[in-house]
């Protein structure tokens, strides 16, 4: 296949990388308050991408064509992946990078992996990291933008782990792509653009404001060749190196110095705390779906990650009420559905405030996670659906009690989660790769150090410690622990006859902060259930409820179906909820990879 750059430079302005938090309040459980920080970029038609041997599916034309030279010198997955990573740090910078953390599925033909790079925080803070002097939290931007939310990044550190057990092409050999962007440079997309028009902060870091914008003050032009000599100096030290090059010496001190002196809102990492990042293995959360009379194995990332268990949740809870699928419409998801998917996801956001933190810090309740997915426990949560004809909203969703023994915790407050970008790849050996990586928001903590930014990724904690009762948060800020994440991985496979990993079906995830959940169980639910291709699955119309109003994609829903809902109480929004879904089909001639329309990514393979 070849690779369609004209189809990703030609957007408009982007629209959110992932940015959506509700707040609902006690009195009136539908207001909300929904943060879209990046605009819309609009929609550009993909037939998808059909391909026999491998395939990868990344957010920019540039990346994809890195992983693409990858696999086909004989890289494997995680070979590809870290290519990949590497010229999106330079290409798609408001997302992803050195300077973030990342979750990585991997499937090796026998058994998952879960490789998990998230940030941590700093051995200094303590739970009181984002209160005001008056015990009130601060404001999203305030803690943002500086280096006080600054985590320390754990993606390079995960990738290297990933690769001493899965590569086959040399470390050094996964890293020329991106040098070689870096010095020769690469064309400022539209997207790019649009976010830098956007950002009222970037340019408050002079090194940043040097680099992306002109003498104006106005960011350089779409089409602009960018270079960035000292991101290329950094690859090419960890490239000989390895990932201590990051972690200890002259790159460690620059981070650290940035994060530490900043004038108005100083960090406390240190260089012990880059020193002694670990990334972990954790055991995957997999799980039984049944669509269709077929049975699957879907395996997702378990905590600090809170996707795969509330897409587990809302998947099993509809299951449960509508074992048949209902029928689109048109084309499209019916308001009976929408009903019964959007309580579901109330009843799984709840569950989700209440328990899911790191593991290494809060114990799952009755000390297993999948107590939240069992059958009776799902079964039990759905009863709570009114899904009659012309069923009623449920007042309340509440967390429920999947153990016998309650927790002690306080419900956590939804707050703004911003933007990652997704990487699915398939190599040539039939080994599949899932990850999702970020920065948190856009351009991350606006701190730009030997070319690379910084993440802002402590804002994923709670910033209220503890509820008016004293009872703590479980995902309150501690020192050394790794904030919750809505990042969700996917890999999807058939269920054996004895019950272990059949062949591969789907490879998927998204950006979108808290929506990711939205957008990664829409794309099973459609191409499990209702059997669309991933395309078809992504183009559909994206829609879901953070436990307040249900959300719509803007005009992509009849008015009738916006009325139907208001009929059964629920509070309609629309807006342009932009997901950036990526995904890969395993097919009986090879693969079929979908890149969301509504951003610059695409699919290539032999």
């Not at 992996?113 to 009181?128: I, K, L, N, Y």
Request: hydrophobic share 40%; proline share 7%; aromatic share 8%.
């Amino acid at each position: 296949m070849k690779i369609r750059f004209s189809r990703a430079f030609v957007l408009s302005a982007l629209s959110l990388v992932g940015a959506i938090a509700l707040g609902a309040t006690a009195s009136d459980p539908q207001s909300a308050t929904l943060h879209l920080p990046e605009a819309a970029s609009g929609r550009s038609a993909n037939a998808g991408w059909a391909t026999q041997r491998f395939s990868v599916a990344a957010a920019n034309p540039l990346a994809t064509e890195a992983g693409y030279g990858v696999l086909k010198a004989g890289g494997s997955a995680v070979d590809a992946a870290i290519a990949v990573q590497m010229v999106l740090n330079l290409v798609e910078p408001q997302s992803s990078g050195i300077g973030g953390g990342a979750f990585l599925l991997h499937y090796d033909g026998q058994k998952v992996q879960a490789f998990d790079g998230r940030e941590t925080a700093p051995a200094a803070v303590d739970d009181t990291l984002f209160l005001r002097s008056d015990g009130r939290p601060m404001d999203f931007d305030d803690a943002v933008v500086g280096g006080r939310a600054v985590g320390v990044p754990g993606v390079l550190r995960m990738l290297e782990l990933a690769h001493h057990q899965h590569g086959k092409l040399p470390w050094a050999k996964l890293f020329s792509p991106a040098i070689d962007l870096a010095e020769k440079g690469f064309a400022i997309s539209p997207r790019l653009h649009a976010l830098l028009v956007e950002d009222p902060y970037l340019k408050q870091d002079p090194v940043a404001e040097s680099y992306f914008y002109q003498a104006d003050g106005t960011p350089h032009p779409v089409g602009f060749v960018l270079r960035n000599a000292a991101l290329a100096r950094v690859f090419r030290m960890i490239a000989a190196q390895g990932s201590v090059a990051l972690y200890q010496g002259e790159v460690a001190q620059a981070i650290v110095t940035k994060v530490r002196q900043h004038a108005s809102n100083p960090g406390r990492m240190s260089l012990d705390d880059l020193a002694h990042y670990q990334a972990k293995i954790r055991t995957p959360l997999c799980y039984d779906y049944r669509a269709r009379a077929k049975d699957y194995r879907i395996c997702g990332f378990p905590p600090p990650g809170s996707g795969a268990i509330a897409i587990a949740q809302i998947l099993g809870m509809v299951q449960s009420v509508q074992p048949t699928p209902f029928p689109l419409i048109q084309g499209l998801p019916s308001p009976d559905f929408l009903h019964l998917y959007s309580e579901a996801a109330r009843l799984a956001f709840a569950d989700r405030a209440l328990y899911v933190a790191d593991p290494d810090f809060v114990s799952a309740p009755g000390g297993n996670w999948t107590g939240l997915l069992s059958t009776d426990y799902l079964a039990q949560r759905a009863r709570l659906i009114d899904a009659s004809p012309q069923g009623q909203r449920m007042p309340q969703a509440s967390p429920g009690s999947p153990a016998a023994l309650r927790v002690s915790h306080a419900p956590m407050s939804e707050q703004i989660e911003h933007g990652t970008s997704h990487i699915s790849i398939v190599d040539s050996w039939g080994h599949a790769l899932a990850m999702t990586t970020t920065i948190e928001d856009g351009f991350g903590a606006r701190q730009m150090v030997r070319g690379f930014l910084l993440n802002n990724e402590l804002t994923d904690f709670s910033f209220t410690p503890a509820d008016a009762q004293g009872r703590p948060v479980a995902n309150r800020v501690q020192p050394g622990k790794r904030p919750r994440s809505s990042m969700a991985p996917t890999l999807v496979f058939e269920k054996a006859a004895d019950g272990t990993l059949g062949p591969l079906v789907s490879s998927g995830g998204s950006p979108g902060g808290a929506f990711i959940i939205h957008f990664v169980a829409k794309s099973l639910y459609a191409t499990l259930n209702w059997q669309l291709n991933a395309q078809q699955a992504i183009d559909l119309p994206n829609f879901g409820s953070m436990g307040g109003p249900v959300l719509l994609e803007q005009s992509r829903f009849p008015p009738a179906t916006v009325n139907a809902l208001k009929a059964r109480g629920h509070t309609v929004q629309e807006f342009d909820l932009t997901s950036g879904v990526q995904m890969i089909q395993k097919t009986a001639t090879g693969y079929f990879g979908g890149a969301d329309p509504r951003r610059e990514g695409v699919v290539r393979g032999d």
